[in-house]
T-cell receptor, first 112, second 112 residues
Framework: EPEVTQTPSHQVTQMGQEVILRCVPISNHLYFYWYRQILGQKVEFLVSFYNNEISEKSEIFDDQFSVERPDGSNFTLKIRSTKLEDSAMYFC??????????FGPGTRLTVL | GQQLNQSPQSMFIQEGEDVSMNCTSSSIFNTWLWYKQEPGEGPVLLIALYKAGELTSNGRLTAQFGITRKDSFLNISASIPSDVGIYFCAGPLRGSQGNLIFGKGTKLSVKP
């Protein structure tokens, strides 16, 4: 069964450093998303991406964040200058039909 | 804004018992999704509901889309230890391209 994959599973970085989180969505899916989940809290929407451009973004997704689909398979989330409060699990999701989203296993980002 | 309220927050049950949890909102949702999350993993889609009044099953799981479109419940019959996890309801933000809002989850513990 096809699934969303994410790398790395765990990323530790120093405050102020740039990180890139990578995702490979399910191959025939058209809509891509990033969500985050701070430890013990609910999952929160960050950004949606369709037709090679951002569709919508939340207020969390400020100028420090960017997304890219550099080729036909990868979907990346970049945080330019990480802050302590960026520590969270980051989930990529994809879907063919907008609502029924399939999530990856997540990347745990720890900012020191 | 749109919010999803889940209850109960947590449940401790004996193996073999049936479980019921629900999700309510003050706003109408056109789709209800139920996800399960295990520690360190991404949310896994269990059931998707698209029509008011719809009752859908997936093995021992049954979910219903409330008639008012403001609530949904998830039942698990004859619980087993591997049912342990956090169950989230989610729905797309009105007017969005599928940006999901999540509830805070119901944490299920099953005692063998």
């Amino acid at each position: 069964e096809p699934e969303v994959t994410q790398t790395p599973s765990h990323q530790v970085t120093q405050m102020g450093q740039e990180v890139i989180l990578r995702c490979v969505p399910i191959s025939n899916h058209l809509y891509f998303y990033w969500y985050r989940q701070i430890l013990g809290q609910k999952v929160e929407f960050l950004v949606s991406f369709y037709n090679n451009e951002i569709s919508e973004k939340s207020e969390i997704f400020d100028d420090q964040f960017s997304v890219e689909r550099p080729d036909g398979s990868n979907f990346t989330l970049k945080i330019r200058s990480t802050k302590l409060e960026d520590s969270a699990m980051y989930f990529c999701a994809s879907t063919r039909e907008v609502d029924e989203q399939f999530f990856g296993p997540g990347t745990r980002l720890t900012v020191l | 804004g749109q919010q999803l309220n889940q209850s109960p927050q947590s449940m401790f049950i004996q193996e073999g018992e049936d479980v019921s949890m629900n999700c309510t909102s003050s706003s109408i949702f056109n789709t209800w999704l139920w996800y399960k999350q295990e520690p360190g993993e991404g949310p896994v889609l269990l059931i998707a509901l698209y029509k008011a009044g719809e009752l859908t099953s997936n093995g021992r799981l049954t979910a219903q889309f409330g008639i008012t479109r403001k609530d949904s419940f998830l039942n698990i019959s004859a619980s087993i230890p591997s049912d342990v996890g956090i169950y989230f309801c989610a729905g797309p933000l009105r007017g969005s391209q599928g940006n999901l809002i999540f509830g805070k989850g119901t944490k299920l513990s099953v005692k063998p």
